[in-house]
């Protein structure tokens, strides 16, 4: 299936490496214009450097999910370049290394749920006021598999991640007459860097999966521009499972 998001203009946070790379290419390739972001300017560099290949408008910027003064800075320059908001995808996270419980330190759990929570939340009240003076919006929040389901050893990830899911539907609820609509999509197992940083044993991890296999970035780039687009236009506060078959086990 091929989307069409000629014009549109799209951010994806955290879009250096990952999920959010491929997004971003995929919204790219479907005609968007797209703003990334990202705290590494490595990664930063790479991918604007591939997604201008692409033919596409990119604006990228070195840029703080969790800090309130960088949040409003992107969503300034956003407007300043493209002059509206169209899609946001909430997508900058972060883990911890795997630990039980009761070893996991204050400062681990606050850097964690400042970047998956605290940054959502940000980033989603600086997108819904852009969104509110141009009439509409469509924001997609990257929760996960653990927003509804366990992964020992994960405690402030999956604490963030259900967090996400509970934000993501009652902030949904609030601006549901307003035709901004706002969904989470909720990945299985992709061997990004971040999975491939935590994990030893990558076959162990995809037989949590049903279908047995870890899912691809694109995999989940599909889901995203599927909430972002017209596709889903009955859809708001929804939780999209593209996980695998993980939660239905
Ligand atoms: N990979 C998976 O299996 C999986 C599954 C479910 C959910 N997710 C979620 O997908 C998102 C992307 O994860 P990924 O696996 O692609 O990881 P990744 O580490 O490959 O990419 C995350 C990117 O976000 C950037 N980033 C981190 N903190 C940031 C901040 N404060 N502001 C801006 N950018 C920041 C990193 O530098 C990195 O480039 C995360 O929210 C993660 O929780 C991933």
Redesign the pocket.
Same mark, same amino acid.
């Given at each position: 299936m091929t989307f069409d998001f000629k014009d549109k203009v799209v951010l994806i946070?955290? &879009? /250096?490496?990952?999920?959010?790379?491929a997004c971003a290419v995929a919204f790219a390739n479907a005609g968007a214009k797209v703003a990334i972001?990202?705290?590494?300017q490595n990664?930063l560099d790479k991918a604007i450097v591939a997604l201008r290949d692409t033919g596409t408008e990119v604006l990228g910027l070195l840029?703080?999910?969790?800090d309130s003064g960088d949040v409003n800075i992107l969503l300034d320059a956003i407007i300043t370049r493209f002059g509206r908001l169209d899609i946001a995808v909430n997508? &900058? /996270?972060?883990?911890t290394p795997l630990q039980e419980f009761h070893e996991v330190g204050e400062a681990e759990f606050d850097r964690v749920i400042a970047?998956?929570l605290k940054?959502v939340w940000l980033c989603m009240q600086a997108e819904i006021r852009q969104m509110l003076k141009q009439g509409g919006g469509r924001i997609v929040n990257?929760?996960?598999?653990?927003s509804r389901n366990t992964y020992p050893n994960a405690s402030p990830?999956v604490t963030s991640?259900f967090a996400v899911a509970g934000l993501t539907r009652t902030v949904a609820v609030e601006y549901a007459e307003r035709d901004i609509r706002i969904n989470a999509i909720?990945?299985?197992?992709?061997?990004?860097?971040?999975?491939v940083s935590l994990v030893d044993d990558l076959s162990i991890l995809a037989t949590k999966h049903a279908i047995k296999r870890?899912?691809t970035?694109e995999e989940v780039a599909n889901g995203v521009m599927f909430l972002a687009s017209d596709l889903s236009s009955f859809s708001t506060g929804s939780l999209l499972e593209v996980d695998g078959g993980w939660n239905a086990i």
């Open positions: 946070t955290g &879009a /250096g490496s990952g999920l959010g790379y972001t990202d705290i590494s990664a840029n703080d999910a969790s997508n &900058a /996270g972060t883990a970047v998956n940054g990257m929760a996960s598999a653990t990830y991640k909720c990945p299985g197992n992709v061997a990004t860097p971040l999975v870890l899912g970035p």
